[in-house]
């Protein structure tokens, strides 16, 4: 397991782009049948992708969380963005279709993720963050993920929004996680931008072809800078930065955010107008 550091706003203005790309951007997450985490100190977020192909793949315990084994102090959210697989949780299984997702508490020992065919593996989107409190194993099937329509074509923004850990969802300790579909046409996401100094947020990009980037934008809103990001690359976001993007093609993306509370809605605005 990785360990990352991002920077703080105050080294911020001073860090040139491959400065920005190690503190603010995680690359090398995905790899066929391999399970790859960070842990980062930022809210101690774990994120990572576990991508089985013929065997299943155990979640770790890694020396650096000090833990008898990986969600003994844990939460943890499961987005399945490749094919149909299954994850097992202390024995039981939950089967897992595209964009299904799966909440497993604190206090499950044996986690292992699992492919049902490897010419169309699937692959897991991990986040995880520190509990202290235990809440029972959901799956969150992707219809029922509340979407909800925002943006127009006028704006090229026009994007479904599919919640599936919140408090009025599959509830958590502190992980607020869910997924923005942007439609053919639409290329911006949230827009207009925000922060939100309580919660680090965190964005997953993927369903994008190989030659396609984001434009994902970071950084006090006046004094942005930017990060050119690739399929299944993960952009951090500390609570001092806003987070917001355009992308080459229309792509979507998994928000993540653990911190103070879990109000969806805990924004503090930064129009456009005044993006420097």
């Known amino acids: ?7 703080d706003g105050v080294r911020y203005p001073r860090m040139t782009t491959e400065e920005l790309r190690e503190a603010f951007l995680l690359r090398e997450l995905y790899e066929p049948g391999k399970l790859h985490l960070n842990y980062l100190d930022l809210d101690r977020a774990v994120p990572g992708i576990a991508a089985p192909l013929s065997g299943a793949l155990a979640l770790p315990t890694e020396p650096e969380l000090r833990a008898a084994y990986f ?3 844990r939460e943890l959210g499961v987005l399945n963005i490749g094919g ?3 994850v097992r949780v202390e024995g039981q299984t939950y089967e897992l279709r595209n ?3 799966l909440y497993i508490g604190r206090g499950n020992a044996k986690v292992e993720f699992l492919s049902a065919n490897q010419n169309s593996p ?10 202290h409190a235990t809440f029972p194993v959901t799956l969150i099937r992707k219809e029922d993920a509340l979407p909800t329509e925002l943006g127009s074509v006028e704006t090229c923004n026009k994007r479904t929004i599919c919640k599936y850990i919140h408090l009025a969802g599959a509830r958590s300790c502190q ?3 869910g997924v923005t579909h942007l439609q053919p046409g639409s290329n911006w996401n949230t827009m207009p931008p925000h922060t939100h100094m309580r919660r ?4 997953l990009y993927f369903n994008m ?7 994902h934008l970071m950084g006090p809103p006046d004094q942005t800078r930017h990060l050119v990001i690739a399929d299944k690359e993960v952009a951090l976001s500390p609570g001092w930065s806003i987070h917001a993007g355009v992308g080459t093609r229309a792509y979507s993306f998994c928000w993540g955010m653990g911190g103070e509370n879990q109000d969806y809605a805990d924004m503090d605005p930064a129009p456009v107008a005044s993006l420097r």
């Open 122 to 131: 699937a692959v897991y989107y991990l986040l995880s963050y520190p509990a």
């Open 71 to 73: 969600t003994e102090r």
């Open 209 to 215: 072809q190989a030659d396609d980037r984001v434009i």
């Open 99 to 101: 964009l299904d997702a």
């Open 175 to 177: 992980l607020v996680m």
């Open 84 to 86: 149909d697989g299954s």
């Open 200 to 203: 680090t947020e965190i964005y």
């Open 1 to 7: 397991m990785k360990t990352v550091l991002p920077a």
